[in-house]
């Protein structure tokens, strides 16, 4: 789903990074509600697991494959407003370092993957959690659910935004049944892994999923042949519960996927390539402005070894990507830390009302 340089025109690419960048502003402002002492570690995690995915092609159809856009998982685990910031930090390390996804169109592929797949995803998966059952196999089926939704709505939006500045003539019509087709099975996909994930994170540590917060049901007692609710254990401190386990098998799996697993991925092109190919609208593709970077196309410069070259540009990508990923949302964390502190908000008092 990487949009490349020269599919949509000038105009259209400036009105998605205006679009874009008005959302990572309000996703910046939001994820400061969402990011506590539990969370705050993890998002930069997040953000290195969807990179380490990404590298995961899995064929789909004949001579297409698919891979996690990432979405939906990261609003089901961290918040749809950390969730758009993780996918577009993601994007952000792929256009510049490893020339994935054109920098003109970074706006575009923000919009279509950070944007309309978390709002998508979460708006799917709250609705579904205040209907079913508080359980975790309901969480973990409504993430599913929520994930296979957001990749055809992605192949919508992309349709949509071809519509408007799409650089070659052809049938939209036809683009929209090809790419809503082949993403519906990369959606298939995208669920499985998101599923199995959530689920997971579940299993060990709910109180680290954002959407499954609240899943502990009330226990109850009988008091006089009548069930009555019984009283509220206090929740154990966050000091107590390290979530230190929890990131250190996060990053190591990560490391493995990108670093080992991503060698036996599909080489076939993904849906978007396999479309512009067979539909004609790759006809104005331009070469990436970072095209001889030293890690263009996931591998190494200067490395002969296919296998070594491809791990070692996975395993600087998931590096670079926590770090960058954990600086920002630490920044955000400590934001929120100062604007609530009580010493601040004191001091903010006082001045008021001595003035």
Known sequence: MHVPDGFINAPVSAVTGVIAAGA???????????????????????????????????????????????GALAAILVGPYTGV???????????????????TALGVNITDMAIVTTVVAYAVFRGLVKVLPRTRRSITASAFVAALLSVPAAAVAFTFIYALGGTTDVSIGKVATAMV????????????????????????????????????QQLKLRVGGELVD????????????????????????????AGFVSFYASANPDGLEKVAADKGIDKKAEEHANSDSPLADYGVKDISDSRLSGGLAGVIGVGVTVVAGSAVFWAL???????????????VTSMSENA
């Open 333 to 347: 964390r400590r934001r929120r830390t100062t604007d609530t502190d009580p010493a601040s908000t004191a001091s």
């Open 230 to 257: 019984a009283p509220a254990a206090e929740p154990a401190p966050v000091a107590a519960r390290s979530h230190r386990k929890v990131w250190i098998a996060g990053l190591v799996a990560s490391l493995v996927l």
């Open 85 to 103: 910031l993780c996918v577009s930090v993601v994007l952000l390390m792929q256009g510049v370092l490893f020339a994935d996804g054109g920098l």
């Open 181 to 216: 087709g082949v993403h519906v099975l990369i959606g298939i996909g995208e669920a499985a892994i998101t599923a199995l994930t959530v689920g997971a994170v579940i299993a060990v540590r709910p109180d680290l999923v954002h959407g499954a917060r609240g899943l502990t």
């Open 24 to 70: 990572v502003a309000v996703s910046l402002r939001g994820a400061r509600r969402e990011l506590d002492e539990r969370t705050a570690p993890l998002a930069g995690l997040v953000a290195a697991f969807i990179f380490a995915v990404q590298m995961l092609n899995f064929p789909v159809a004949a001579g297409t494959s698919g891979h996690l856009l990432g």
